[in-house]
């Protein structure tokens, strides 16, 4: 579908690289973000403000999908499209989507592709 692919983690970047590489994911990403390489705790826009400027993408452009609300407060906060990962019923937040696992992931991008 032609999108390139970056973590946003509060975890350290070194030990995402292991994580992913363990499942052999790792090379499906551009770049493996966590607060070592931004300078900053992802507690909110600062966050992504700094990902996006590091990554050199228009936050208008980017789909940001976390199981956290607060974090999805925090890339909408950054003038990005967000979409909360939540099982049990969705919190009082604003995300453009709230999916109930990531298998609903697929349908949302043809989804959000065709509109």
Do not use: H
Not at 15 to 39: C, H, K, T
Not at 49 to 60: I, K, L, P
């Amino acid at each position: 579908m032609g999108y390139t692919f970056y973590t946003a983690s509060g975890e350290y970047s070194l030990g995402l690289q292991g994580y992913l590489a363990a499942m052999g994911v790792q090379q499906l990403f551009e770049r493996i973000y966590g607060p070592d390489l931004i300078n900053t705790w992802k507690s909110g826009r600062l966050y992504y403000d700094r990902t996006f400027c590091d990554a050199d993408v228009q936050s208008s452009e980017c789909l940001v999908i976390d199981d956290s609300p607060r974090a999805v407060q925090g890339a909408r906060e950054a003038g990005t499209t967000a979409a909360l990962v939540y099982a049990g019923p969705p919190p009082a937040i604003s995300a453009d989507a709230v999916l109930s696992s990531l298998a609903e992931l697929p349908s949302y991008l043809v989804d959000l592709g065709s509109t």
